[in-house]
């Protein structure tokens, strides 16, 4: 079983930076791929940011490349998100999640096998 609590969320100004956090319980943090989903008011889930497991291999949306990283700490079980230049199109709740495959192209279409409940992001001034 594998549990996820994210943390650092809250509320900022347009270019402020934000650093999210996701706690993982479970066995084998090492062994899954970790990602970063967004949902805003009255829109779908989207991806966000992924890293495998492997080599620390990365893919982002295109919204936030340039802007976020995606990091992980294999030893202290955390994932981590660096939100530099926020935008108000970043405003969300962001959800943590874990994924028992190998394909961050498969996590980007088909969503985690895995999800924490979500740290709200604001960005307004």
């Known amino acids: 079983q594998v549990q996820l609590v994210e943390s650092g969320g809250g509320s900022v100004q347009p270019g402020d930076s934000l650093r999210l956090s996701c706690e993982f319980h479970g066995r084998t943090f090492g062994s899954y791929i970790m990602g970063w989903f967004r949902q805003a008011p009255g829109r779908e889930r989207e991806f966000v940011a992924a890293i495998n497991w492997v080599d620390d291999n990365t893919l982002y949306a295109d919204s936030v490349k340039g802007r976020f990283t995606i990091s992980r700490d294999n030893d202290k079980n955390r994932l981590y998100l660096q939100m530099n230049n926020l935008k108000p199109e970043d405003t969300a709740v962001y959800y943590c999640?874990?994924?028992?495959?190998?394909?961050?192209?498969?996590?980007?279409?088909?969503?985690?096998?895995?999800w924490g409940k979500g740290t709200l992001v604001t960005v307004s001034s």
């Open positions: 999640g874990a994924d028992g495959g190998r394909s961050l192209w498969n996590v980007k279409v088909g969503g985690m096998d895995y």
